[in-house]
């Protein structure tokens, strides 16, 4: 059932993406119906107790979509999918007139990712779920406007941290459990008994929960983030993604609640941010800002009940976070009903209107007076259990005086700047009047604020719900017993003093208003987030500066230097190495040295770049003859295919350069040769200590033992590659199929051009120049040759999981017969390929991710498929080996067209001897 509320949600996200064309913005009232059904059916599910659900996903790591629902999920879920459904219907009139296909798309997929956090019990999906919530924050704050860029960077950069401290969480808790699986990790035993490791994690989650859910100093990405429109603030701020690091607190307190560098951590960021948010809230004259502020500040109050710990504190957070998701959907909906019929929402600005929305005026009223705390409301409610909970907190009574008093306070400017919204939104009497909308603008916000009013005056309506969220967060038992009347208590007392407080504030309003207005505070945290990510700029601009040249030397010299300080570092370990097994030498192997030494020599030497290219080639075949030698047909075939298209493509850059490499000084080149010497010398040091000093590894063991009869492949290479090691192999064709669309953008761009005729370095009066004459014998043998070549690539193709072969090889092959199609051709105009080359690129990365993903009928991601076929095996191998096929076919087609026609541009001239510096 659980998956089935996922897939409604999934569903409502797919129908967006078909359906927003033609809807427009009435598509909300579609897409809020499986919101409210999953909704229905996490009620129902609940009915029982917990539910698990789990399919596996990654079973070579443990790894399995599993979902939970416990009490804690349950009020989450809720607020995920009601009050979502509820901004869906709200932005049907809240949204122009026109095509809103992208915002029913995030939304929809924002609450997808927020109800699998909440039902994650695996935590590579709780983390999966998290990061994706970062995602479709940022795209729902960039998409409104470009004033939202910098706002919607910023975001991204504060929370994609939080994700980082969550991730090395993640990975902390599964090596110290031993599984991913999220209830059996809060079960395990490391939490009391490996201190170091506990503190750590703790530190880990705190961050990242203090990123999501804005708590000093990583607060200042959500006023920030006001920029996106209204609906996106109404959901980010009551249910969405500053609700997620609650839900992480919540979840994790308790095996945390007693370790005092959690509850410290939770105690003060959350005073700290209540106290700052509060006292910022008071001073806007925006009315969203205001309440940005306001949600920073309630916030810090829900962390601060998670730093207490103790059953009457956590049940008070639960409860407050209900109540807040209540009041801040609604208010904001306010905010955004005024902000269209108004034209404004600037306190300065709505005093000279008659603001007449009687409506919208109530649930305003009934949403400011929750957040105050006023009865009967439901905020009433959660703030009486929060004093409760914080005067009989556990600890030293100076702490709990002084969180306790940092708490009253915020509660009194809590009421403060819940008096300067209903005044400055609704206080104006003088100007055009501003009338109420349409029913479904203000039937949502109204639904909301009379939801808060209902459950304050009978609050014993959520005492199911409360208290199996509170038994979640507990770790035990919890009877949550609601009530809005408790006789006399020092609570209440508290209560009675805030709200007089807050009302004498409220009645001075224009004297606080002068005094705040002369408060600044000593920094700006967004200043601090901007600086930090401008640093972070001018340091990658300073690294790319490094390399920013065509120079080789300059690219290879970190790398190589990086290979010589491991030398140095490793080689006083490399002691009482064991013997070498057997003679690791052949009889080839001295002249095969030799021919690769003497190519290197002659490399080096070289004056021109053709000369150097045919000596490195001679260097590539004699590895192709060692491999061979060795027995590794299918590396040699690969090396060889590789080093003949490495020509042809080398051959064609050599067009744009000029003939002979420049001199260095002196200095470089003894620098150049100094550096190369060590280098070879400390790999043939690793060389010599490292390798053939030991058997088989277990690895390569198992593969020879168990591929063919766990693959049915006989060719050990091509099932490591498309079978076991398929990811990795996807992975590398991915970077590949990039870098083939990398190169046609970039020459593109720069319309890249030969030489030019008489300035061609190769230019000669020989008869053998006119290339329509001497290219005959050419032109002919490639009508025969080429079909003959693909035959034989296809033939590679499909034996390839048997013997020698396989879509790498087959592909190179294939690649091989264009490539001499291109050079017979007499012309440029005549020899360009007119075969799609990008689209065959998107294609066989999307047949081999296709491949991976039919897997799952099996139980994972690029898991083979296997099937008989009159007593033939088949296999989804050969489908990914397709894949592998279409993409290095399309690259090289995609060098030939580009590198090798000329497409001469005055723009760009060639490169001259001193150019090519």
Request: proline letters at 4%.
């Amino acid at each position: 059932m659980l998956l089935l509320c996922i897939a409604l949600v999934a569903g409502a996200c797919l129908a967006a993406i078909a359906l927003g064309r033609y809807l427009g913005r009435d598509l909300g009232f579609l897409l809020a119906a499986p919101l409210l059904a999953a909704a229905a059916m996490l009620v129902v599910a609940s009915s029982t107790s917990a539910t698990e659900e789990s399919w596996a996903w990654i079973p070579s790591l443990g790894v399995n979509l599993a979902l939970r629902l416990d009490g804690l999920g349950l009020v989450f879920g809720l607020l995920v999918t009601v009050i979502g459904a509820g901004v869906l219907l709200y932005s049907t009139r809240y949204l122009a007139r026109a095509r809103q296909t992208s915002f029913y798309v995030l939304m929809t997929l924002f609450a997808l990712a927020m109800l699998t956090l909440v039902l994650a019990d695996d935590v590579i999906l709780l983390f999966v779920a998290w990061e994706l919530t970062t995602l479709c924050s940022f795209f729902l704050i960039a998409r409104s406007g470009p004033a939202a860029r910098e706002p919607a960077i910023r975001t991204l950069l504060v929370t994609a941290l939080g994700g980082l401290a969550l991730l090395a969480a993640v990975v902390a808790m599964s090596v110290a459990a031993g599984t991913t699986r999220l209830s059996v990790i809060l079960d395990a035993p490391f939490w009391t008994t490996d201190a170091a490791a506990t503190t750590g994690i703790a530190v880990l989650l705190a961050v990242a929960a203090f990123t999501k859910s804005a708590q000093f100093p990583f607060h200042a990405w959500l006023p920030d983030s006001m920029a996106a429109i209204t609906p996106v603030s109404a959901y980010l701020h009551a249910a969405a993604m500053v609700k997620a690091g609650i839900y992480l607190m919540l979840r994790f307190s308790p095996v945390l609640h007693d370790h005092a560098v959690w509850s410290t951590l939770l105690i003060a960021a959350g005073a700290t941010t209540a106290l700052l948010g509060a006292a910022a809230a008071i001073r806007r004259t925006d009315l969203k800002e205001l309440l940005a502020y306001s949600t920073i500040s309630q916030l810090g109050l829900i962390t601060v009940l998670i730093g207490v710990g103790t059953p009457e504190a956590l049940t008070a957070a639960v409860v407050h976070t209900i109540a807040h998701a209540l009041f801040k959907a609604t208010l904001f909906m306010v905010v955004g009903i005024i902000d269209i019929r108004a034209g404004t929402r600037d306190i300065r600005e709505l005093a000279g209107r008659r603001v007449r929305l009687p409506v919208t005026l109530t649930a305003a009223v009934l949403g400011a007076l929750s957040m105050a705390g006023v009865p009967p409301l439901l905020g009433f409610v959660s703030k009486e259990g929060m004093f409760a909970s914080l005067i009989e907190a556990p600890g030293p009574v100076g702490l709990t005086v002084l969180v306790a008093t940092a708490v009253a306070l915020t509660t009194v400017l809590t009421f403060a700047y819940s008096g300067r919204f209903l005044i400055g939104a609704f206080g104006g009497r003088a100007g055009p009047s501003v009338t109420e909308g349409s029913a479904p603008f203000w039937v949502v916000p109204a639904a909301l604020a009379l939801g808060g009013l209902m459950l304050g005056a009978l609050p014993f309506l959520l005492d199911g719900l409360v208290g199996a969220a509170s038994t979640s967060a507990v770790g035990a038992t919890v009877d949550a017993h609601l009530e809005l009347w408790h006789g006399v208590t020092p609570a209440l007392i508290v209560s009675v003093i805030v709200l007089s407080l807050g009302t004498a504030l409220v009645a001075l309003r224009r004297r606080t208003d002068s005094l705040v207005a002369r408060m600044r505070f000593p920094f700006s945290a967004l200043a601090l987030v901007d600086a930090i990510r401008l640093g972070v700029v001018r340091l990658g601009a300073l690294t790319g500066r490094m390399t920013a040249t065509d120079a080789p030397r300059r690219h290879l010299l970190v790398p190589i230097l990086c290979l010589l300080v491991l030398a140095a570092v490793s080689a006083p370990h490399l002691t009482n190495l064991p013997p070498i097994v057997g003679d690791p030498t052949r009889p080839l192997d001295g002249v095969l040295v030799a021919l690769i030494l003497a190519g290197t020599i002659a490399a080096v030497l070289a004056h021109t770049r053709v000369a150097a290219i045919v000596v490195m080639g001679m260097i590539g075949f004699a590895m192709t003859l060692w491999f061979f030698w060795l027995g590794a047909a299918d590396v040699a075939l690969t090396q060889l295919l590789v080093e003949i298209l490495t020509v042809c493509v080398l051959v064609l850059v050599l067009r744009h350069l000029p003939r002979r490499f420049h001199r260095d000084r002196m200095s470089r080149r003894v620098l150049s040769a100094t550096v190369a010497v060590a280098a070879g010398v400390a790999t043939t040091a690793a060389v010599l200590a490292l390798t053939g000093r030991r058997e088989l590894s277990s690895a390569a063991g198992y593969f020879l033992g168990n591929a063919e009869e766990e693959t049915g492949g006989a060719n050990i290479v091509n099932t490591i590659l498309v079978d076991f090691r398929a990811l990795d192999t996807l992975g590398e064709l991915t970077v590949l199929g990039i870098a083939g669309v990398a190169m046609a953008v970039l020459l593109s761009a720069r319309r890249v051009t030969s030489l030019a005729e008489d300035d061609s370095p190769y230019r000669t009066t020989s008869p053998l120049a006119d290339a329509r004459a001497n290219a005959v014998f050419t032109r002919t043998l490639t009508r025969w040759a080429v079909p003959v070549i693909i035959v034989l690539s296809l033939t590679l193709l499909l034996r390839g999981h048997q013997e020698p072969g396989g879509g790498f090889i087959a592909a190179l092959v294939g690649a091989a017969g264009f490539a001499l199609l291109y050079l017979a051709a007499p012309s440029d105009r005549e020899s360009r390929i007119r075969w799609p080359y990008l689209a065959l690129i998107g294609l066989g990365i999307a047949i081999a991710t296709v491949t991976g993903l039919a897997g799952y009928g099996d139980g994972s991601f690029l898991r083979p498929l296997h099937v008989d076929v009159l007593g033939v095996k088949l296999t989804t191998a050969l489908v990914f080996d397709v894949g592998v096929y279409l993409t290095v076919v399309g690259v090289v087609l995609a060098a030939l067209n580009l590198l090798g026609v000329d497409r001469r541009s005055p723009a760009v001239p060639a490169l001259t001897e001193r150019s090519a510096r």
